[in-house]
Structures are given as structure tokens and as C-alpha cells.
Nanobody, 125 residues
Framework: VQLQASGGGLVQAGGSLRLSCAASGGTFRGYTVGWFRQTPSQEREFVAGTRWSAGSTYYADSVKGRFTISRDSAKNTVYLQMNGLNPEDTAVYYC???????????????????WGQGTQVTVSS
């Protein structure tokens, strides 16, 4: 499966953005799909994830209550709605997917084989 991430941009603190991760060459059925983010000074960190078949969702503590991961089966797309953005959320955001992510590894970037190209999110203060 190939992933295409989009929706990043520049937003003021307190604003919102919605990121999209569209799959091509296959569907997300049976996959775990995750959103990660990375800055030049930090390793790639988990933001949110969903297990497609179960519909379960997972969040990093830093975004819980502000970000929401959702899916559209008809469009084969996973979304990350980001509200209440702050400058600390500035990063390149990546979506990732894999069929074989065990539950305990959902938050680990190493568990995912398929990655989108990344989309820049910049939050100004």
C-alpha cells in the first residue's frame, strides 16, 4: 500500500488543521494506521493511531483531548483532526501503516513498514 499525507500548513496557536492520509494500491482493511511527528532535534514520536478492523484509537498523552483520529472507509483515508494547536506541535507529520502491528507496539515507529511522505505543520505563537 502507498500512503499520501496532506493537509499541513501554517496556523496560529489555538487554531486547527486536519491532516489526511490516503491509501492507494490497496486498502486499510486489516491495517493499523498511525500518525507520527518529527522535528530536526527529536526522534519520530507517536501521535495517534487506529486499528482499522477494531476501530480502536490511541493517542499520545500530549495530544489527548485535542487531536482526533478518524477514518473514512469509502475514501480509504485516515484523518487527524488537530485542535488547540500550540507551537510545540510544530513538526513534520507522517502517516504510517502496517498489517502486523501488535497492540503493544502501536506507538513504535519501528512497527510500521509503510510511510507517507510527511506534511509540515507549523504553529506560530
Amino acid at each position: 500500500v502507498q500512503l499520501q499525507a496532506s493537509g499541513g500548513g501554517l496556523v496560529q496557536a489555538g487554531g486547527s488543521l486536519r491532516l489526511s492520509c490516503a491509501a492507494s494500491g490497496g486498502t486499510f482493511r486489516g491495517y493499523t494506521v498511525g500518525w507520527f511527528r518529527q522535528t530536526p532535534s527529536q526522534e519520530r514520536e507517536f501521535v495517534a493511531g487506529t486499528r482499522w478492523s477494531a476501530g480502536s484509537t490511541y493517542y499520545a498523552d500530549s495530544v489527548k483531548g485535542r487531536f482526533t483520529i478518524s477514518r473514512d472507509s469509502a475514501k480509504n483515508t485516515v484523518y487527524l483532526q488537530m485542535n488547540g494547536l500550540n507551537p510545540e506541535d510544530t513538526a513534520v507529520y507522517y502517516c504510517a501503516a502496517d498489517r502486523n502491528v501488535i497492540l503493544s507496539a502501536t506507538r513504535s515507529a519501528r512497527a510500521y513498514d509503510y510511510w507517507g511522505q510527511g506534511t509540515q505543520v507549523t504553529v506560530s505563537s
